[in-house]
């Protein structure tokens, strides 16, 4: 038994692809990408200031949950203080008058520290940017889990 031929004829690669004819177009080429419309040095300065003044859908995101949270802490202290009116008025002995009295001196001067304090402005934004990074972040991560997966080779 002889051996096989494996040999193979050479094929010019260029006489190849000339004999093919000519490569259709499948997006925009070279010279449009380079003779494409850019923004003059006035334009660029104007988006730059916009983005210095900061992203007004963060700035409403902020606004919004402040809110949410100044309602949450208004319906909390109004059920904290219903409670407080409940259990007094439960206790109207004589004896117990004396005592209720400085107790309830006492709890107003509280209460008023706790209404009257408010909740810095630093604190509410870094609540909120805290919110706001911690979903960015995940959604970063499942984005990055997603490509692995799609590209097991990789």
Do not use: H
Request: aromatic fraction near 8%; hydrophobic fraction near 25%.
């Amino acid at each position: 038994m002889g051996k096989r031929d494996n040999r193979v004829a050479y094929v010019n690669p260029i006489a190849a692809a000339r004999a093919r004819g000519p490569v259709q177009n499948s997006g925009p080429t070279i010279q449009d990408y380079l003779s494409r419309p850019r923004p003059t040095w006035e334009e660029v300065k104007e988006q730059l200031e916009k983005k210095k003044k900061g992203s007004r859908a963060l700035a409403d995101f902020e606004d919004k949950m402040n809110e949410k949270w100044k309602k949450e802490l208004a319906k909390n202290r109004e059920k904290l203080l219903g409670d407080k009116d409940k259990e007094k008025e439960k206790k109207t002995t004589d004896k117990d008058k004396k005592i209720n009295d400085k107790e309830k001196d006492k709890e107003e001067k509280r209460e008023r520290k706790e209404v009257c304090l408010p909740i810095s402005n630093i604190w509410k934004s870094l609540t909120c940017k805290l919110a706001l990074y911690s979903y960015l972040g995940f959604v970063f991560l499942f984005r990055r889990r997603g490509r692995r997966r799609r590209n097991p080779t990789g």
